[in-house]
Nanobody, 116 residues
Framework: QVQLVESGGGLVQAGGSLRLSCAAI?????MGWYRQAPGKQRQLVAQ???????NYAGSVKGRFTISRDNDKNTVYLQMNSLKADDTAVYYC?????????????WGRGTQVTVSS
């Protein structure tokens, strides 16, 4: 069974930072993060391949950094300069795909709340 477990969410003031982690039970070619705010569609935040290629949403470029540790099957999202608009449930996403986009497996999500 595939399992993705997120951690690191919480409450932070605007301008602050937060680091999310997602641990997988196995290695995936693509791992990343999506987020969903109330009343909005789930949207891409960032993705990374096992080789280190990265794909960012325009709204987070320059502020968020995605990375991974292949030995630990873990992906990270360093979030800096947080804004109120970043408030959402953040979902880890992973799979064996070769194209950017939603992958097959999802975590249960972790809440990130940014106070303005």
């Amino acid at each position: 069974q595939v399992q993705l477990v997120e951690s690191g969410g919480g409450l932070v003031q605007a301008g602050g930072s937060l680091r999310l982690s997602c641990a997988a039970i196995t290695r995936f070619n693509i791992m990343g993060w999506y987020r969903q705010a109330p009343g909005k569609q789930r949207q891409l935040v960032a993705q990374i391949t096992s080789g280190g290629s990265r794909n960012y949403a325009g709204s987070v470029k320059g502020r968020f950094t995605i990375s991974r540790d292949n030995d630990k099957n873990t992906v990270y999202l360093q979030m800096n300069s947080l804004k109120a608009d970043d408030t959402a449930v953040y979902y880890c996403n992973a799979g064996e795909g070769t194209y950017w986009g939603p992958q097959a497996y999802w975590g249960r999500g972790t809440q990130v709340t940014v106070s303005s």
